[in-house]
């Protein structure tokens, strides 16, 4: 009953929030810019409604009460002296600009006057003025407001004639307005400048964590980062230095300590050979070879898999120009390469001998087991490149696709001991390209044998 009004709540909770802002300054900006419009708005309303609307009533009522007192006076006086006096006197003192013209008939427009959903000062002062007139007067008038000239006129159905009064605008509408908005909107745009500086500031420390996070994840050396901005900013950089600090020290004392092992294996390994070589040729003797140069082979695999070139420096890389000389390495050893770079030309901060090795370990899986490669270079958008490596072999079943990157597993059927491999090429491979921030898959290839997938950010 209730699994559909859920799924329409996710839907509308996913479309609201692929309208948000996706960055923290903007989300940040959002939540201090809502309440200053909605304040506005409030505000606006308000003040049209309490403050300039009773503004507006009173100097109608003033105007109205004027107009009356003009049109009593000449309804009880026939002098045209007379009218001609007080229409002076109503210039003079009130700036209203009367004239009375005998025998002249208004046209009355009966239809309904403005009902325009939309508020218009306009309109709002015709309305305004119309209702006071009304009460003030019992005679058929017009209003006309034309604030392009700045005047409001008024023609009043007298009984000889017609009394055309023009109000200044001045007289019927307040500048208050206009100050009013003024000081809204420009103090809102002031806090908005402060906001956007002030934000800026506060975003600023965290992007240069962002990005030295970023560049220590990826192996490159992160000098320049200095601890900034509020306390818990300050607590996280200081907490990503410690981290940093424990990294590196860890991976010193692996790489002292695999280097001391190495030298200790292998001095035996190197006795041993030395006096099986002296013991002449037999059987036995071949197998005894055999068994220390697997044994050589494991453990250079071994200290491979576990050192991942700790120490090595990453510097700009063309790709291109590793690509190729992958591709004379790989055709020195017999294959054919077919190697397509989509005139693409890029650097890249690698750490050159390690990547180098990941890719030459793809390559060589490849060369055993198929007698033609395809590596292609694609960029994938603006950010990140795409390096394909195909091969025409045996391929390896989907279900295992993700197995082959655990260390020391081998797809029996094609990967074993007796060719070499221990299983620890890929995994080798995935642990070089994900710390440079890449990543690695595998796929069937068009040609018919297995594809890997690498991608890595520009």
């Known amino acids: 009953m209730d699994a559909k009004p859920k799924q329409s709540r996710i839907k509308e909770y996913k479309g609201i929030k692929r309208i948000l802002p996706k960055t923290l300054f903007f989300r940040s900006l959002l939540i201090l810019i809502t309440p200053i419009f909605l304040i506005q708005i409030i505000l606006t309303v308000v003040f049209f409604d309490r403050h300039w609307g009773k503004m507006t009533t009173r100097l109608a009522y003033a105007v109205s009460g004027e107009i009356a007192l003009v049109v009593s006076y000449i309804d009880d006086n026939e002098s045209r002296d007379d009218i001609d006096r007080i229409i002076y006197l109503m ?3 009130l700036d209203l600009l009367i004239t009375y013209k005998i025998s002249d008939i208004i046209q009355i427009n009966n239809s309904p006057q403005d009902e325009a959903i939309a508020l218009s000062w306009e309109t709002m002062i015709k309305k305004t003025l119309g209702h006071e007139l009304h009460k003030a007067i019992d005679k058929n008038f017009i ?5 392009s000239e700045k005047w409001v006129g008024v023609q009043i159905q007298m009984d000889n004639g017609v009394l055309y009064v023009d109000i200044p605008q001045r007289r019927l509408f307040s500048t208050t307005t206009y100050i009013f908005l003024l000081w809204v909107f420009g103090a809102s745009l002031v806090l908005l400048i402060i ?4 934000m800026r500031n506060q975003i600023r420390p965290i992007r240069r964590l962002s990005t030295a996070a970023e560049n220590f994840g990826k192996g490159r050396n992160v000098t320049n980062f200095k601890i900034e901005g509020a306390s818990e900013v300050r607590q996280a950089g200081q907490a990503f230095l410690d981290m940093r600090t424990r990294i590196q020290r860890q991976i010193s004392q692996r790489t002292d300590m695999l280097a001391g092992v190495s030298h200790d294996l292998r001095t035996p390994l190197t006795r041993l050979k030395l006096q099986i070589s002296m013991m002449g040729d037999s059987p036995d003797i071949y197998e005894m070879k055999k068994d220390i140069n697997e044994m050589e082979k494991m453990i250079e695999g071994y200290l491979n898999f576990v050192r991942g070139e700790g120490r090595e420096k990453s510097q700009y890389t063309e790709i291109n120009e590793l690509l190729r000389n992958i591709t004379i390495s790989a055709k020195r050893q017999g294959c054919t390469v077919d190697l397509e ?3 693409i030309k890029c650097s890249i901060m690698l750490r050159q001998t390690a990547f180098k090795r990941s890719l030459l370990n793809i390559v060589s899986n490849a060369i055993k087991y198929a007698d033609h490669i395809w590596i292609t270079l694609n960029k994938k958008s603006k950010n990140e490149i795409e390096i394909i490596i195909e091969d025409n072999g045996e391929g390896i079943p989907e ?3 993700e197995e082959v990157f655990r260390p020391f597993y081998r797809v029996d059927s094609s990967r074993n001991i007796d060719t070499g491999g221990i ?5 080798i491979a995935m642990d070089i ?3 440079h921030g890449g990543e690695i898959w595998l796929d069937k290839s068009k ?3 297995l594809a890997v997938h690498i991608t890595l950010p520009i």
Do not use: A, E, T, Y
């Open 91 to 93: 210039s003079q003192k």
């Open 143 to 147: 209003v006309k407001v034309d604030f």
């Open 195 to 198: 906001s956007v500086i002030f």
């Open 341 to 343: 770079l989509n005139g």
């Open 399 to 401: 279900d295992k696709f």
């Open 423 to 427: 299983g620890l090429g890929l995994p």
């Open 433 to 435: 390209i994900h710390s």
């Open 447 to 449: 040609h018919g044998g």
